[in-house]
């Protein structure tokens, strides 16, 4: 434990020389959550997982061909000249930061939450010492960031990963950061209408891959939210048959 501690902080402090990609600190307090290590390991945690996942062709292949379209949906949401501060919950394989950043006016920022280190350091990687993107070792139901201090929320494909509970607490997290008529935006899996094929095809692979994501076909992302936010919105859009949502929160 102690050695992986000690490879960690060296790989930290070898990231903050000049030119390198963005550096962030890795807490020992903030433990990987057990859904993650049980069920998604092998995709998020293994760094073999990370080599092969980290392929702009293979995430568009898990989405059927739509990644670019749900990144575009996201971001649009967001605006062509971003001069606040956007928080992104989680990283993503593909170039969802990347374009994200593409974004940034002269006075905005990006901040970025993950709770695994090696996904970090994969999105330091990619970011090229990009030092408006500022990654943070953090979990998602548990931000130590001020209320109301973001302009905007992204969640692309997190909350289908995170049992219930935990999924409530990152809904209720990002209503809590974001600042009064900003934005939550969410984009995630969704019941697909009967017609759609895909239908039949995903209730197998969901059931066995992602054992949490067949909530989202049962109830309304907006079911999540704290009965205490009353929002001043909620949109929700479907795509590809259903199969795939956006829902922005306007808080
Ligand atoms: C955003 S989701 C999946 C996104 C999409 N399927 C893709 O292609 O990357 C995966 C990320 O969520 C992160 N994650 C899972 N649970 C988290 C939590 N509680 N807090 C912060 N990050 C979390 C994982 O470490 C991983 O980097």
């Keep these: 434990m102690e050695a992986r501690r000690e490879i960690s902080n060296r790989v930290d402090e070898a990231e903050q020389h000049e030119g390198s990609p963005p550096a962030f600190e890795v807490s020992p307090h903030i433990p990987l959550p057990p859904y993650l290590s049980d069920t998604y390991w ?3 945690l293994h760094p073999a997982g990370v080599r092969i996942f980290e ?9 059927w061909g739509n990644f670019a379209r749900l990144r575009d949906t996201a971001l649009r949401e967001i605006g062509p000249c971003l001069n606040g501060r956007v928080l992104q919950l989680a990283c993503v394989y593909g170039n969802f930061t990347e374009r994200l950043a593409q974004q940034l006016g002269p006075m905005g920022q ?4 993950d709770v ?5 350091r994969n999105l330091s990687a990619k970011l090229r010492g990009n030092r408006r993107v500022c990654l943070h070792h953090r979990d998602s139901t548990d931000l130590d960031f001020a209320d109301e201090s973001y302009d905007h929320v992204v969640v692309f494909f997190l909350l289908h990963e995170q049992p219930e509970q935990v999924r409530a607490r990152t809904i209720a997290q990002a209503l809590r950061v974001v600042r009064p008529g900003g934005k939550v935006i969410m984009v995630d899996y969704h019941r697909p209408a009967w017609a759609n094929p895909l239908r039949y095809v995903m209730i197998p692979i969901l059931k066995t891959l992602e054992p949490f994501a067949m909530d989202l076909w049962r109830k309304e992302l907006a079911d999540w939210i704290p009965g205490s936010i009353c929002p001043a919105s909620v949109e929700k859009k479907t795509y590809f048959g259903g199969l795939y949502q956006k829902v922005v929160i306007t808080r």
């Excluded at 695994?116 to 970090?120: D, E, K, N, R, S």
Aim: aromatic share 14%.
């Design 110 to 113: 990006i901040d970025v939450v």
């Design 116 to 120: 695994a280190p090696v996904q970090l």
């Design 42 to 44: 092998w995709a998020y």
């Design 55 to 63: 392929r702009q062709w293979l995430v568009n292949l898990i989405l």
